[in-house]
């Protein structure tokens, strides 16, 4: 028997290739219903998502098997993404649309960006120390201190000094000076950015993929089925149900430092790698909102403090139908240290509060629904320990027969298109393994 811990897209995908190779396996899944953080929520006669979810995703292969899972509604969209700065409201990304700022600035962005091009040209390429040198080398001083520090900042909730930049080669792009200019000059570069173009459900939200996924799996998801222990050593999971299911492999997609907690038979060195394992949790409030403002785009990145969210996303821009007409779906996201104590009401009050500042909901606009959820956890912290760390705990788990697959179990930053491809990876691996 293979058991494939977490029934979230990348468990489901696992399952689905199981499934085809004849493999005996079972998904289980703590929830009431699979999917994770791709589950969407319908709300009286809108439809949210755990927070905004759209498909990007490169590898033709992969998109083929994505795209060709039966029964999801796809549309194919054009991204619109824009940044709110300084009262502004850009293009994304924001370095190669510096026009509408004030010439003042864009020329201090223009003249530090090139002062880092000519140190590197005469002194040779340094090797960023951390995530703040990464962006200070990349961009200059103007365009660091007015967006990437702060924006950054509010994602990731830790001192950019302390954090490494191994995720940013797919999704920061790094114009030319050329680029720049064009944009400063009033250019507007559509295809930059791994999510150009992007693919999202007509009906049904983010979760018509998950069921699309899991409807011909049936029996084989297993929710309210939460992963309670892991004997290594005899290769039993135990649910707390009560049930104890031994296995051949294990394919676990749930988050690392959890399946560490709850394995019994790993060694110490896995252990302190385990627990020096850090993260933010996302609080994403979604608001159904009727006779609401301007809604521009699809998402907004807002780096400003005088807002208390990161990103604004426009869902019913994506997907007309998430919202009745004349309404709209809208989320907002704000990342957490994974230990604060966080007042959701308190914190409800103060996104409707910056909503309002930013004429999203004016007088006139009601609130009919209203779903807060918090993603715990949200976002891996690429900090000194992870990368060291997670190698030791892949190897430590991979000579016990459990493979770790998936944004959470890999301890990664992978879209759902690369959690869905580590599903099929790690299912291919597990069809292959023979146990012990
Ligand atoms: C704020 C935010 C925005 C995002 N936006 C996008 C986007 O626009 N596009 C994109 O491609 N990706 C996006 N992502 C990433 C995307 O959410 C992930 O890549 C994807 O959900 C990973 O799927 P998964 O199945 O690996 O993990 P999960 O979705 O976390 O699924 C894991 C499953 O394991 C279950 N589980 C946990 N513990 C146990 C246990 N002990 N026993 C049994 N089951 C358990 C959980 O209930 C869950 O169902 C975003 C993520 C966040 C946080």
Redesign the pocket.
């Known amino acids: 028997m293979i058991l494939v ?7 489901l995908a696992a399952g689905r290739v199981l499934e085809a190779a004849g493999e005996d396996f079972l998904v ?4 009431d219903e ?5 589950r969407s929520i319908p709300a009286g006669k809108y439809t949210f998502d755990m ?6 995703v490169s590898d033709p292969v992969l998109r083929e098997w994505i795209l060709g899972v039966p029964g999801v509604p796809w549309r194919e969209v054009e991204r619109d993404a824009r940044i709110l700065l300084k009262g502004r409201l850009t293009p994304y990304p924001f370095q190669v649309h510096l026009n509408g700022h004030a010439p003042a600035f864009v020329s201090r962005c223009l003249a530090d960006f090139a002062a880092q091009r000519i140190r590197a040209a005469i002194h040779g390429d340094r090797t960023p120390n951390h995530l703040a040198e990464w962006l200070i080398q990349r961009f200059g001083k103007a365009m660091c201190e007015a967006f990437f520090f702060p924006y950054n900042g509010k994602m990731w909730r830790t001192p950019l000094a302390r954090l490494g930049y191994e995720w940013t080669d797919w999704s920061v792009p790094v114009p030319r000076f050329e680029d720049l200019l064009d944009g400063a000059s009033g250019g507007v570069r559509k295809g930059m950015g791994y999510n150009a173009r992007f693919h999202y459900p007509a009906r049904g939200g983010i979760g018509a993929l998950v069921g699309a996924l899991a409807r011909p799996l049936g029996a084989r998801v297993r929710t309210g ?3 309670a222990r892991i004997d290594l050593r005899r290769k039993v999971v135990h649910t707390s149900a009560g049930d104890a299911l031994p296995y051949r492999a294990v394919i676990s ?3 690392l430092p ?1 399946l560490a907690a709850c394995s019994e038979g790993l060694s110490s060195s896995a252990r302190r790698a385990a627990s020096s394992l850090k993260w933010v949790k ?1 609080l ?1 409030i979604n608001l159904g909102i009727c006779g609401a403002g301007p809604t521009p785009g699809h998402w907004m990145y807002v780096p400003e403090p005088r807002y208390p969210f990161f990103r604004v996303g426009f869902l019913s821009n994506v997907a007309p139908s998430s919202a009745p007409r004349g309404c709209a779906s809208v989320f907002v ?1 704000k990342s957490f240290p994974a230990n604060a104590r966080v007042n959701v009401d308190r914190e409800i009050g103060k996104a409707v509060r910056g909503l309002k500042r930013m004429g999203v909901l004016r007088g006139g606009s009601r609130i009919e629904e209203l779903r807060p959820v918090m ?1 715990d956890p ?2 891996v912290l690429f900090d000194g320990a992870r990368s060291k760390g997670v190698s030791l705990l892949a190897g430590e788990f991979a000579r016990r027969d459990v493979i770790l697959a ?4 890999a301890w990664d930053y ?4 690369r ?1 869905i491809a580590d599903g099929l990876r790690a299912a291919g691996l597990a069809a292959r393994s023979h146990g012990r």
């Open positions: 811990l977490g029934g979230g897209v990348t468990g289980l899944e703590r929830e699979p999917g994770g953080w791709c927070s905004g979810h759209f498909l990007h089925a939460r992963v997609t749930i988050p959890g996302v994403a996201e993603l949200g976002y998936g944004r959470y179990g992978f879209g759902m298109d959690s």
